[in-house]
């Protein structure tokens, strides 16, 4: 009840408005905050939720904060945030612009660039893979040969979706990759990785007075590694990820520690960690927000009763966030995968009705309809759709999973 009456009459502004965005509109509206939407598209589904709408692309930080900055003279805002956005600069720059809370611009050009991450991961002693600036194939060439039958990844420092990430060894063209590579990121710079081939975990935690809180830790698959192969495609994830305790406690300390590496104290960091052969968390990425692929939205809520979200918005706001809203409630079980149909044209999709049989199911999404084309899968956004399980028990969410690929086919015209 206290909380509602501080909420109420409060105004959140949140960056981008797309699908995977609105259940923040949602959580918002339900709280009775005005919310304040931005997306370069009038369309963008969250705007038909928000109560005021600004125009503008949310990778524009520049632009944003002029927007916002006027918007806040007749309107005051006392919160921003995003989600499944990897934006971080723009909520940054609006949030600085207008005293509100927020991790240091510095830390939000960290959470942006993979090297610089990567660096001060390395200089503040916190695990993370082996890497290297790359700047001419020829580099590329040297480390590959050099190390035979080893697995390097090579990735722009600025992509996502796993755009332009590819795993190359010695038998793959170096020209070739790092013009590939080099093509999907916005800045041209490149950065040259050891893969490391053991579990892969993705987290959520939120740093609260020094305490990392991490409600549930999902194993990521990739079984499909091979398949892709130079593409590295994540086939959804499972939780709980087969983890013990201690190593559980490692994750929340590389977490904790690399976040302070980048000058993040507080607040929301999303991790993708790999165990290496010794056992020991090592850190591929932090991102300074909340998650995409509807794992903040529904798996984590699904799993342990915690919505990351409601404590975004409340930490964005100024609002008090207390250790009970990320403890878990309870410890149940999730999945996600999705579906890799062959190139071509769609010419039917059957089995939705069987689909919305299946125990368990949390939610599903098709990202084409029949008369679209699939491409090739060559990132993230190519796959066709996903679908999410719940259930009591890890063995129990990878049956349903399964059963749930299962019913859907996907015809294509080659
Ligand atoms: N050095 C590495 N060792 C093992 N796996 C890696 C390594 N680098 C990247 N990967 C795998 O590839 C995925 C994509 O890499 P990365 O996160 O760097 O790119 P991205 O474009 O930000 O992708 P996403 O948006 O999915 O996080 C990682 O989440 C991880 O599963
Ligand atoms: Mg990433």
């Known amino acids: 009840m206290l909380m509602e009456a501080c909420i109420l009459g409060k105004t959140l502004m949140i960056i981008g408005a797309g699908v995977e965005q609105v259940p923040a509109y949602e959580a918002a509206k339900r709280r009775g905050i005005t919310v304040v939407g931005t997306d370069m598209n009038a369309d963008a589904p969250g705007l038909a939720l928000a109560d005021h709408t600004l125009l503008v692309s949310t ?16 309107h005051s805002i006392h919160g921003v945030m995003t989600i499944a956005n990897d934006v971080p600069y723009t909520v940054a720059r609006v949030a600085h612009a207008m005293g509100l809370p927020s991790i240091t611009l510095d830390a939000a050009k960290c959470v942006t660039d993979k090297l610089l991450m990567k660096q001060r991961f390395s200089s503040h002693g916190v695990g993370c893979p082996w890497f290297a600036d790359i ?36 038998t793959v063209d170096p020209e070739w990759a790092f013009a590939e590579a080099k093509r999907w990121g916005d800045c041209g710079r490149l950065i040259l990785e050891e893969f490391i081939p053991g579990m892969q975990l993705s987290t959520e935690s939120f ?54 590496a980048l000058g993040i104290t507080a607040g929301i960091v999303k991790g993708d960690i790999v165990i290496d052969h010794a056992g020991r968390p090592l850190i591929i990425e932090l991102a300074a927000r909340l998650s995409g692929g509807w794992f903040a939205t529904h798996q984590i809520p699904a799993a342990s009763g915690v919505s990351l ?60 309809k029949e008369g679209d084309v699939q491409p090739e899968i060559r990132m993230h956004p190519d796959r066709f759709g996903y679908v999410m399980v719940t259930g009591e028990t890890r063995g129990e969410v990878l049956t349903r999973v399964d059963q749930a690929l299962n019913s859907v086919q996907v015809e294509v015209a080659p």
């Open 59 to 74: 990778r524009d930080a520049c632009a944003t904060e002029q927007k916002a900055l006027e918007f806040h003279r007749t």
């Open 207 to 260: 740093i609260l007075d020094g305490t990392c809180y991490t409600p549930a830790i999902a194993e990521r698959n990739y079984s499909r590694i091979q398949q892709f192969r130079p593409n590295i495609i994540e086939d959804g994830g499972t939780i709980p990820a087969p983890l013990d305790d201690s190593t559980k406690k490692a994750i929340d300390d590389v977490v904790l520690r690399g976040a302070a």
């Open 135 to 170: 700047e001419s194939a020829d580099q590329v060439r040297e480390y590959v040969t050099g190390n035979i039958g080893k697995d390097f990844v090579l990735k722009p420092v600025d992509g996502r979706g796993a755009r332009g990430v590819l795993l190359i060894n010695d």
């Open 309 to 368: 979200v409601e404590a975004v918005i409340s930490y964005s706001l100024g609002e008090e966030v207390t250790p009970s809203q990320l403890i878990p409630q309870y410890h149940r079980a999730t999945a996600i995968r999705y579906w890799f149909p062959p190139q071509g044209t769609i010419k039917r999709i059957a089995g939705e009705e069987k689909l919305k049989e299946i125990e368990g199911l949390l939610a599903y999404g098709f990202f084409r």
